[in-house]
């Protein structure tokens, strides 16, 4: 009988926004030497963690099979991802659609007898994890993932060869009924079938599938695809912004302040940093146009203009302190404040005419960045109603959040038409 190779996979995976712009990296080891004997690694686009995660595992795996076509494999699988581990264990069910089919694939790759997992700290996965990091490096700026540039081993932490552990035979016996579900997982994979992994292994309460997938109610299905995520920036100051006056689009149509110019900046280094916006869209107004151009010139990215995303027309309270506007139109604004149909004095939009405007922008938007993360420069009340909407929430609720000039939050729209609230009102940039 041939002796039996023995060998460790890392493997790591990592999105920025997740879901957002994802990589995974994946080592295959000696086991007897602690010898790296093959890197992997690739920017996937627009992802969560978990995907990432599963595709670091895919490629680990299949790296491996390579070396040693031939050969008997042991192989040890060591990750950082408790539900990565847990799933192809067998021990957590897979209930999520988009893992059911990586999973199978992971499972198809070697017979599952050669296979164990063991989750690790993430301070013990460094040189998976700088893999996957170099990938969404290398996505961020256009280009592929090289290996002859790559460091990632460089800043690992050095590895002690692991020892003889037995006959596979012996180290996969306890994982025998999982085998044998992820075997069955694969034909239901294989027929476009959804499926659940279970293997009975425990009694308990049953495990927890961590993927974060959006519901409508408590058990509707899950949607199939990655959402669009807006990232929601309101402008920066104006001089009328810290006196609080009503300033929409039937004012002066000012410009940034200083003050406002500091913080688009303040918002562009962020967005930068992060790594994450891969689209920007403002509403026509100065302000907003302003505000977008600082960080889409140090994104490298063009500003598309939707007008939907305007602010409302306040009409004669334009340029007016809310104190002001009581004092004149005392009768109108009580009104204004009690019914979402009332138009502010003089001819200018109601909250139900925003309303209208912007949820047309949103499906127009949503349909067009579908899966995609997108910084959407825009104002107040268009902020205040999307985050509302996305809430199932009556018009009131806009004038119990408070929304900060330049502060960011965070919608996802899921295909389904479910929408997730992310974020709201954070300055941590501008500090």
């Known amino acids: 009988m041939s002796a039996v190779r023995r060998l460790v996979v890392e493997a790591d995976g990592g999105s920025r926004g997740n879901p957002g712009p994802a990589g995974y990296g994946a080592v295959v080891i000696d086991a007897a030497t602690g010898e790296t004997l093959a890197e992997a690694a690739e920017y996937i686009g627009v992802a969560t963690n978990n995907v990432a995660e599963y595709r670091g595992l895919i490629a680990g795996l299949t790296a491996a099979k390579a070396l040693f076509p031939d050969e008997a494999l042991d192989v040890r699988v060591r990750m950082d991802s408790k539900l990565v581990v847990e799933q192809m264990s067998g021990r957590w069910k ?58 990632a081993e460089l800043d690992a932490p050095a590895r002690t060869p692991l020892p003889d552990r037995g006959p596979p035979g012996d180290a996969a016996a306890g994982a025998a009924k999982a085998r044998a579900a992820l075997a069955a997982a694969r034909g239901a994979a294989d027929t476009g079938t959804l499926f659940e992994v279970n293997t009975g292994a425990s009694e308990g309460p049953e495990p927890t599938d961590v993927t974060a997938a959006p519901q409508v109610g408590w058990a509707a299905a899950p949607d199939l695809g990655a959402p669009a995520t807006f990232v929601l920036l309101r402008h920066g100051e104006t001089l009328l912004t810290p006196e609080k006056r009503f300033s929409g689009s039937g004012g002066t149509d000012p410009e940034l302040s200083a003050i406002g110019r500091d913080q688009a900046a303040r918002a562009a280094a962020h967005f930068a940093a992060l790594g994450t916006v891969q689209e920007i869209v403002s509403s026509p107004l100065r302000r907003c146009r302003e505000t977008a151009a600082a960080v889409a010139d140090r994104l490298g990215l063009d500003v598309r203009i939707e007008d939907g995303l305007r602010e409302a027309d306040f009409g004669a309270w334009e340029g007016l302190t809310f104190g002001e506007v009581r004092e004149r139109y005392g009768d109108d604004l009580t009104t204004w404040l009690a019914d979402p149909e009332t138009a ?25 960045y579908a899966g995609r993360t997108v910084l959407l420069v825009t104002h107040v009340t268009p902020i205040k109603t999307l985050v509302r909407l996305a809430l199932e929430a009556p018009a009131k609720a806009m004038f119990r959040m408070e929304l900060s000039a330049a502060s960011i939050s965070t919608v996802a729209y899921y295909g389904d038409g479910n929408a997730s609230v992310r974020l709201l009102n954070d300055t941590s940039h501008l500090r």
């Open 344 to 368: 502010p004095t003089g001819g200018g939009e109601s909250f139900a005419e925003v309303a209208e405007r912007v949820a047309a922008a949103r499906d127009r938007l949503t349909a067009r």
């Open 94 to 151: 897979i209930k999520h659609p988009d893992m059911k089919p990586l999973a199978a694939r992971a499972a198809a790759i070697l017979p599952p007898s050669s296979v164990t997992y063991e989750w690790i700290p993430r301070a013990q996965n460094k040189h998976a994890d700088r893999l996957a990091n170099e990938a969404m490096d290398a996505g961020r700026d256009g280009r592929q993932w090289e290996a002859s540039a790559s460091t």
